[in-house]
């Protein structure tokens, strides 16, 4: 698939302030400076469309993007920022877990990380806990200009394989450059098998 059209719709301080259609939601979480905004004008090709920033942790509402006027991308605010005062910390934390585990409309969430480095703790237990919630995600790993291809392969299969202490079945993943526009239409076809099966489960109810 591809983007034809992509607008700002709302930027919302609770779930209850979300938009209140059905249309599907496929959300973006990752820990702050990992390059979720770029990514996101990325795949839309819409450089101004998601504010990136050189300050880590910018985003602290739940944004919506209408897309192609069919379903909604959603940036959610970071998690992991240490400079935030606890009380914004927990305020954050409790808006996206009240989002990822009672917003109906989410049909996926992609976990945003940073191909350069070892699986991080902070990372490992949001992954976990996505698990034991039953969440559909997928990984996306960012910054792979940065390292290169057979490098970033390398680091993200090394990453994958270190879940398998736990996880039985590993979630999709993809290996991802804003920069070269690398993995865009991997993440974008995977948005339409999703959309296409749920067009399919639809018709059939």
């Known amino acids: 698939m591809d983007i034809k059209q992509a607008q700002f719709v709302i930027s919302a301080p609770t779930v209850e302030k979300c938009p209140r259609d059905t249309k599907p939601e496929f959300a973006f979480i990752g820990r702050s400076n990992v390059g979720k905004s770029s990514l996101i004008n ?27 006027k069919e379903w909604y991308l959603v940036d959610l605010p970071g998690y992991g920022y240490a400079k935030r005062s606890k009380s914004v910390i927990e305020k954050i934390d409790k808006m996206i877990q009240t989002y990822i ?11 945003l990380i940073d191909v350069r ?10 992954i976990d806990w996505l698990g034991i919630s039953g969440i559909p995600f997928s990984i996306i790993f960012t910054k792979a200009d940065k390292l290169g291809r057979v490098k970033a392969k390398q680091n993200a299969d090394a990453w994958m394989n270190a879940l398998l202490d736990s996880w039985e079945e590993l979630p999709p ?10 993995g865009r239409d991997e993440v974008l076809d995977y948005i339409g098998k ?8 639809n018709q059939q109810a």
């Open 173 to 182: 993943y993809f290996i991802t450059s804003s920069e070269k526009k690398t």
């Open 42 to 68: 990325m795949l839309c090709n819409h450089k101004g469309l998601a504010k990136t920033s050189a300050t880590p942790g910018k985003t602290l509402l739940i944004n919506h993007f209408i897309i192609d």
């Open 117 to 126: 480095h070892e699986q991080q703790k902070i990372d490992r237990e949001f």
């Open 101 to 111: 585990l009672q917003r109906k409309q989410l049909i996926n969430l992609f976990v």
């Open 194 to 201: 999703v959309m296409a099966e749920i067009n399919e489960q």
